[in-house]
């Protein structure tokens, strides 16, 4: 399997992440505030008996014969009776149990200070015992706490009236969020927060010399309007995904030092017809009123989709959005320092009106760097981390070809992962080399224990690194491998020498046979064919229409072009036009497709059969060590080294 430089398609999109958790009831926040004064009221009713405990002599519990027989021999001096409890005190200080009496071993507590229980009859004899022994009796009743006696009358009231008072203050916030549906979302980035620069956006040269314009009308506006000179409105923003467009954004409003108001395009679609376009009136005014301010929305093609586009016409709700899009920008003042820039990746579907002078009516392209500016965009992404000596940027820009703004900051981080996992504290040149292979290879897997299955992988790689070594023009073998990276068993990994922009037909035919390398080498080797040239054929497949259909490279079709309306990129258009050629067109197509491929695959079986000996060779290198790297193969092919090359491949 061949690995196209700059992409990583052995990464799985469908990893599931954790189950979902199921909902939990939460007490709301006003009932703990009221258990907290609950819990410190009962402690300050307490607090006077605790006292009292702490502070009198210890009381000892006695039964009450043991008490009628002190009141006798008169040595109870006073007692207070509260219900069926006495509590009292002895003249003098008494032992209980007595020593003679204790039979269990109990030990005897000294004390005169007691308590006892009146028994469940009435004694009459009790009042008249301490009547005659001059005894003081108190009486009381049994009084609860006022504070506690509150709580237990009123606090289950408060409670529902504090329910109450929560539903209907929750009630009242669900109905200020439907009065406030049709209100922007955006996210406001002021002037005080921490901004971007330019300086903080490396390898875009030309979209900054673009956009120094707008920070420039956005700073002295005055200028250019003396001057008669009308502003561009509508700056879009183009490229590929990760070249930086959102970052391009916030470094002109940085720059400028305005309100900056970003907001996704697909925030402004809603259920309900209207909400979009209610939301769109809102993010303008308040962006005139933080003129000057820059309004930023992201992916627009998300509702700037061409209107009654696809099966069943429009989506009316978006289209209701975009029409007041399109109105919003039309009315601005000539006056007004309100630009509005977007981003998005397919500008073929976006609706003309919206590209239209007056709207969007300058288009800078944010495209993958160069090597310049690749090595630019390392040394931002690395400012900060610890790098070893061995580090060369120059060396890894070269390399990285094909890598966008995204892909080099997920190179650094994944080069300081890498160091931190194997406990070091600097960054080497071995960490970004292994960063580079599990982001262009895939994550590496564990080894095949087939012996069959790695036989067969193995002469498939060979094949691939075969053909692409002994094949002129084409891009030069980076490393090989059969340990399983992603969901590939293999992979031949090749790299461009250079930045390349235009591919001519004699590189396309080369592709076309390195790709057809694998297969060919199976049905060579073990005259069977598996299903692991699945990819290699999909791709030489693709490419060999292309160049009939699209690119003009078959002598048979001529220089015309088939391909589909790029401008059209509906389903709808397409079912209702339908092909924009003949079915004889289509057979011959269809037929000069299956010729080259069929051409490009006798040429392979031809090259690898000449050279079965270094083919042989290959594959027992890699069966024996899993990897070989570009001086190797060269070296079993029997080619001299080209230093361009290894210059540029040497740092991986």
Not at 132 to 159: C, D, K, R, S, W
């Amino acid at each position: 399997m061949i690995q196209p430089p700059g992409n990583s398609p052995n990464k799985n999109p469908n990893s599931g992440g954790p189950p979902p958790t199921p909902p939990q009831f939460k007490l709301p926040r006003w009932v703990w505030p009221v258990l907290w004064i609950a819990f410190l009221l009962w402690t300050f009713s307490r607090v006077p008996d605790l006292v009292t405990n702490v502070t009198a002599e210890p009381q000892i519990e006695v039964p009450y014969s043991f008490f009628f027989d002190q009141v006798v021999a008169n040595n109870v001096d006073r007692v207070t009776i509260q219900d069926n409890r006495v509590r009292g005190v002895f003249r003098r200080s008494v032992a209980y149990p007595p020593a003679s009496a204790d039979a269990t071993g109990r030990v005897s507590q000294t004390s005169n200070r007691f308590i006892t229980t009146l028994p469940p009859f009435n004694d009459p004899q009790l009042p008249e015992v301490l009547r005659e022994h001059n005894v003081t009796v108190v009486a009381q009743t049994t009084e609860p706490n006022p504070i506690l006696l509150f709580l237990l009358n009123f606090g289950p009231i408060l409670l529902l009236l504090g329910f109450f008072l929560w539903s209907i203050r929750r009630t009242q916030g669900q109905m200020g969020n439907v009065f406030g549906f049709g209100r922007t979302q955006a996210r406001e980035y002021t002037v005080e927060r921490p901004k971007v620069t330019f300086a903080d956006v490396a390898g875009q040269d030309a979209a900054k010399a673009e956009l120094v314009e707008i920070v420039d009308f956005l700073k002295e506006p005055d200028k250019y309007i003396a001057l008669g000179a009308r502003i561009p409105r509508g700056v879009l923003l183009v490229g590929p995904p990760g070249t930086g467009k959102t970052l391009m954004a916030r470094a002109v409003a940085g720059e400028a030092n305005v309100a900056f108001f970003s907001i996704a395009a697909s925030e402004f679609v809603e259920m309900f017809v209207g909400v979009g376009a209610s939301r769109v009136r809102d993010l303008f005014k308040r962006a005139k009123d933080a003129a000057p301010s820059i309004v930023f929305i992201d992916e627009i093609d998300a509702v700037g989709r061409q209107r009654g586009a696809g099966l069943g016409g429009g989506h009316d709700e978006r289209e209701q959005t975009l029409n007041q899009m399109l109105a919003e920008m039309d009315g601005f003042d000539q006056t007004e320092s309100v630009i509005v820039m977007a981003a998005t990746n397919r500008p073929d579907v976006l609706d003309p009106a919206l590209l239209r002078p007056g709207r969007f009516d300058r288009q800078v392209t944010v495209g993958l760097p160069d090597r310049i500016g690749r090595e630019n965009i390392l040394k931002i992404h690395t400012r900060g981390k610890p790098l070893d000596d061995d580090v060369n940027l120059s060396e890894l820009a070269k390399a990285t070809i094909g890598f966008s703004g995204a892909d080099l900051a997920n190179l650094a981080n994944e080069a300081a992962l890498t160091a931190a996992r194997k406990s070091r504290k600097r960054i080497s040149m071995r960490d970004f080399s292994d960063a580079f292979d599990r982001i262009v290879l895939g994550t590496e897997s564990p080894p095949l224990s087939n012996e069959h299955e790695r036989r067969v992988v193995a002469y498939h790689e060979a094949g691939h690194a075969i053909v692409a070594a002994l094949t002129p023009g084409a891009d030069p073998v980076l490393k090989v491998t059969i340990v399983p990276r992603g969901q590939a068993l293999g992979v031949t990994a090749q790299l461009p020498t250079d930045d390349r922009r235009n591919y001519s037909r004699d590189y396309l035919r080369s592709r076309m046979r390195v790709l057809l390398g694998g297969r060919t080498a199976e049905e060579l080797v073990f005259n069977e064919i598996t299903t692991g040239a699945e990819n290699d054929l999909r791709q030489v497949t693709s490419l060999a229409r292309r160049m009939v259909a699209q690119f003009g490279m078959s002598d048979a079709i001529g220089p015309l072009n088939f391909g589909d309306d790029d401008r059209q990129p509906f389903l709808g258009y397409s079912l209702a036009t339908g092909r924009s050629y003949s079915e004889e067109t289509a057979a011959r197509i269809d037929a000069e497709v299956r010729r080259m491929v069929e051409e490009a695959h006798a040429q392979t079986r031809q090259l690898l059969r000449e050279n079965r000996d270094k083919l042989d060779a290959l594959a027992n290198e890699l069966l024996e060590n899993e990897i070989v790297d570009r001086r190797r193969v060269m070296e079993i092919v029997g080619l001299a080294h080209d230093p361009h090359e290894e210059e540029a491949l040497s740092s991986l």
